[in-house]
């Protein structure tokens, strides 16, 4: 075996039909199989604003395919897929060196015992954060560890939140209503202001009267209004602008695999 200049290894005698791995300038390609449309390109913008080059496909006849015409640095794959178990396509890849990276929102004991002896890497729990996937891919491909993002409320993430697609505006309040930052288009108070009651942090001392919200999508003519309930230290309530009702489901994919908020 031969260590390349990424820092993983080539294995060598491979199965014919299968193209060499790539050795680009400083360039990984990462093939993902995933069903899901919206997380497919939740990943693919993480990933490529990571400096990684990767091709989306959801069955694994496609991934099979794409792997035929250009052999991938490392297979991102769902566990479940329409056409075919993750394990059938890890074992397949593991036949051709191509290591392998499963994910599943259901991870019991036995399923990451049957991931290991199909030959993955390892088996991640969905959602995951992307600071989790980003570290996890840097250490099976022996590459420098990503900087921690920051954390949630700090300036650099909230303006982070602006390069989300269809996002207009952010705006963090305290569990009490009150404003502690903004960045982007104004969030006006009034569109949101009388749900405040029911996305309060902290549960009332008293009887209920009515249910507390965890995540509210408010639709408006022009635009999408996101509400999110956070941990009641430090911050109370994230508000998220959107353009439409279209972006939604990307946002809130983006914002619940986040440790700080309780969804």
Same mark, same amino acid.
């Given at each position: ?95 051709? #060196?191509? /290591?392998? $990276? %499963?994910? &599943? ?5 036995? @399923?990451?015992?049957?991931? !290991?002896?199909? *030959? =993955? ?31 949630? #409320?700090? /300036?650099? $993430? %909230?303006? &982070? ?5 269809? @996002?207009?505006?952010?705006? !963090?309040?305290? *569990? =009490? ?33 009515? /249910?507390? $919200? ?17 941990? =009641? ?31």
């Amino acid at each position: 075996m031969a260590t390349t200049e990424q820092g993983h290894t080539e294995r060598s005698g491979q199965p014919d039909g299968w193209p060499p791995l790539s050795h680009g300038p400083a360039v990984i390609d990462l093939l993902v199989v995933e069903p899901s449309v919206s997380v497919r390109k939740t990943l693919e913008r993480l990933l490529e604003s990571s400096g990684y080059t990767m091709r989306g496909v959801t069955r694994m006849a496609d991934a099979l395919r794409q792997a035929g015409r250009q052999r991938p640095d490392l297979v991102l794959s769902e566990v479940t897929l329409p056409d075919g178990g993750g394990l059938e396509l890890c074992q397949q890849f593991s036949v051709a #060196g191509v /290591p392998v $990276l %499963l994910m &599943s929102t259901l991870p019991s004991d036995r @399923l990451k015992r049957d991931s !290991l002896e199909a *030959g =993955a890497l390892e088996l991640l729990s969905k959602p995951f954060t992307d600071d989790v996937l980003l570290r996890r891919l840097a250490y099976h491909l022996k590459l420098p560890a990503p900087a921690r993002p920051p954390p949630l #409320g700090s /300036p650099t $993430l %909230l303006n &982070s939140l602006m390069t989300r697609p269809g @996002l207009l505006g952010a705006a !963090l309040l305290s *569990g =009490a209503g009150d404003l502690l930052e903004q960045v982007g288009q104004t969030v006006p108070a009034v569109l949101y202001r009388s749900f405040l009651p029911q996305l309060r942090s902290e549960e009332p001392a008293g009887p209920v009267q009515e /249910p507390l $919200l965890q995540c509210a999508q408010l639709e408006y003519p022009d635009h999408c209004l996101l509400l999110f309930r956070l941990p =009641a230290q430090p911050l109370g309530i994230l508000i998220c602008l959107i353009q439409n009702s279209s972006y939604a489901s990307l946002i809130k994919y983006h914002l619940r695999s986040s440790p700080y908020i309780r969804l």
